[in-house]
Antibody, heavy 116, light 112 residues
Framework: EVQLVESGGGLVQPGGSLRLSCAAS????????MSWVRQAPGKGLEWVAV????????YYVDSVKGRSTISRDNANNSLYLQMNSLRADDTAVYYC?????????WGQGTLLTVSS | DIVMTQTPLSLSVTPGQPASISCKSS???????????LYWYLQKPGQPPQLLIY???NRFSGVPDRFSGSGSGTDFTLKISRVEAEDVGVYYC?????????FGQGTKLEIK
């Protein structure tokens, strides 16, 4: 069974940093593109970033480009999203998701709140 | 970026009746490999999204056959042949022909 478990969310002040993590199991993690998708409270879905299986290619939505870094540790089946210079509009539930063209499985999400 | 536009934004359906959601993209979603990268998701209350349909018309594993997808190019439709109470939630279409991936605004399905 595919499982994706996010962690690392919390309350952060504007301008702060945070690293989100995703533990994957139930599939060969090193063979899949992996994505982060977020959802602001009461709003729709916004794709954030994606990383190639070997980590050699990374792509971001413009609103986080230059402030965020997606990375992975295939030895430990883990995906990360480092977010810096956080703003109020980064407040959202962040989902780890398997795939790039075909996003098929999603984690339960972790809530990041940016507020003073 | 490709803009995805869903209609209607909300839907109230009597159990057993059909439902239909439209999704239009601002660009053709047919890729050079012959596939059309249009996906449908359902987000039930308090849950993450779950994949229903991939590449326009293919039901994902475990998805009931009352769900069907159709369309081509820029116009797509998700149909539920007979709505059940468990189908409530928000339905999203997503394009994955181009980065950034983009979603429709969502269509909220309620039961009458």
């Amino acid at each position: 069974e595919v499982q994706l478990v996010e962690s690392g969310g919390g309350l952060v002040q504007p301008g702060g940093s945070l690293r989100l993590s995703c533990a994957a199991s139930g599939f060969t993690f090193s063979s899949y593109w992996m994505s982060w998708v977020r959802q602001a409270p009461g709003k729709g879905l916004e794709w954030v970033a994606v990383i190639k299986p070997d980590g050699s290619e990374k792509y971001y939505v413009d609103s986080v480009k230059g402030r965020s870094t997606i990375s992975r540790d295939n030895a430990n089946n883990s995906l990360y999203l480092q977010m810096n210079s956080l703003r109020a509009d980064d407040t959202a539930v962040y989902y780890c998701a398997r795939g790039s063209r075909g996003i098929d499985y999603w984690g339960q999400g972790t809530l990041l709140t940016v507020s003073s | 970026d490709i803009v995805m536009t869903q209609t209607p934004l909300s839907l109230s359906v009597t159990p057993g009746q059909p439902a239909s959601i439209s999704c239009k993209s601002s660009q053709n979603l047919l890729y050079r490999d012959g596939k059309t990268y249009l996906y449908w998701y359902l987000q039930k209350p308090g849950q993450p999204p779950q994949l229903l349909i991939y590449e326009v018309s293919n039901r994902f594993s475990g998805v009931p056959d009352r769900f069907s997808g159709s369309g081509s190019g820029t116009d797509f439709t998700l149909k539920i042949s007979r709505v059940e109470a468990e189908d409530v939630g928000v339905y999203y279409c997503m394009q994955s022909i181009q980065l950034p991936r983009t979603f429709g605004q969502g269509t909220k399905l309620e039961i009458k």
